[in-house]
C-alpha cells in the first residue's frame, strides 16, 4: 500500500474475522471493511439461536440492525470520522422480505439526521450466521 493509505483498526467493534483491517483512508475517504452484529470478545452473536451444526434457528434483526450501527459508529469515531460524515451504505440482507421493514425503520431513526446514498440487496448468506452487513464510506478531515 502506498503512504496515502492509513490503515485504522477500532478497539470497540468486533475482531475481524479474517485478514483485513475495520477501515481504511485514502486521501479525504474512509473505506470501512463490511460490518456485522457480532460484539467484540463475545462468541456467540446477539439476536441469533443457532443449532449444534451451527445452523440459524432463529434470529433477531433489530438486535442484530442495532449492533451493526453501534459498530459502524465505534469504527468511524476511532477512525476520526463520525456518523454524520457518512456518504455511502452498501446493505447486505438475508432476507428482504421479512427483515426490510424492520431495517428500514431503524435505518431511518439512525439516520434521520444524515442521509447518505444507500443501496440495499439480498444476498444468500454472509461468512458468519448474521442476517445484515453494512459497507460504509465516509469522509475524513
Not at 93 to 112: S, W
Request: net charge negative; charged share 25%; proline share 5%.
Amino acid at each position: 500500500m502506498s503512504n496515502d493509505s492509513q490503515r485504522f483498526d477500532s478497539q470497540k467493534a468486533p475482531e475481524p474475522v479474517g485478514l483485513y483491517p475495520h477501515a481504511r483512508r485514502v486521501g479525504q475517504l474512509l473505506f470501512l471493511s463490511g460490518v456485522g452484529p457480532r460484539q467484540r470478545g463475545e462468541k456467540a452473536i446477539a439476536g441469533v439461536t443457532l443449532d449444534d451444526d451451527k445452523n440459524i434457528i432463529d434470529y433477531d434483526i433489530e438486535v442484530q440492525c442495532r449492533n451493526v450501527f453501534d459498530n459502524v459508529r465505534w469504527i468511524l469515531e476511532e477512525s476520526g470520522s463520525s456518523w454524520d460524515k457518512l456518504v455511502d451504505v452498501t446493505v447486505f440482507l438475508t432476507n428482504m422480505k421479512d427483515d426490510f421493514a424492520t431495517y428500514n425503520k431503524l435505518y431511518a431513526e439512525y439516520f434521520a439526521d444524515n442521509q447518505p446514498c444507500r443501496t440495499t440487496v439480498e444476498i444468500n448468506c454472509l461468512p458468519t450466521p448474521i442476517a445484515i452487513e453494512l459497507k460504509c464510506i465516509a469522509t475524513i478531515d
